[in-house]
């Protein structure tokens, strides 16, 4: 059973910066895709960073493109987001996915093991 934990999160000024590190167990860590995700009350889960397995290729959601990074550690498996410049729009739940590239970066899909989440709050 794959198990996915968050850490990290908390709340922080605008501006500020916020690292939120997600630890893998369960499976072969290092031949999936990761991603991140975010959510708010009454709205769809949003994807905001993806990592290929191999590190080498990453996406990022418009909203967060110069601000987020999304790496990955094989060794450790642990995918992290360092997240600077923070903005009061970027509060939310934050999650991790871990499935395929395709599934983690398709809009509609919904990758097959998720964390439990953990709260980002950006104060103005």
């Known amino acids: 059973q794959v198990q996915l934990v968050e850490s990290g999160g908390g709340l922080v000024q605008a501006g500020g910066s916020l690292r939120l590190s997600c630890a893998a167990s369960?499976?072969?860590?290092?031949?999936?895709?990761m991603g991140w995700f975010r959510q708010t009350p009454g709205k769809e889960r949003e994807l905001v960073a993806a990592?290929?397995?191999?590190?080498?290729?990453?996406y990022y959601a418009d909203s967060v493109k110069e601000r987020f990074t999304i790496s990955r550690d094989n060794a450790k498996n642990t995918v992290y987001l360092q997240m600077n410049s923070l903005k009061p729009e970027d509060t939310a739940t934050y999650y991790c996915?871990?499935?395929?590239?395709?599934?983690?970066?398709?809009?509609?899909?919904?990758?097959?093991?998720w964390g439990q989440g953990t709260q980002v709050t950006v104060s103005s």
């Open positions: 990592i290929k397995w191999t590190g080498f290729s990453t």
């Open positions: 369960g499976r072969t860590f290092s031949t999936y895709a």
């Open positions: 996915a871990e499935d395929t590239w395709v599934v983690v970066t398709t809009k509609g899909s919904r990758p097959l093991y």
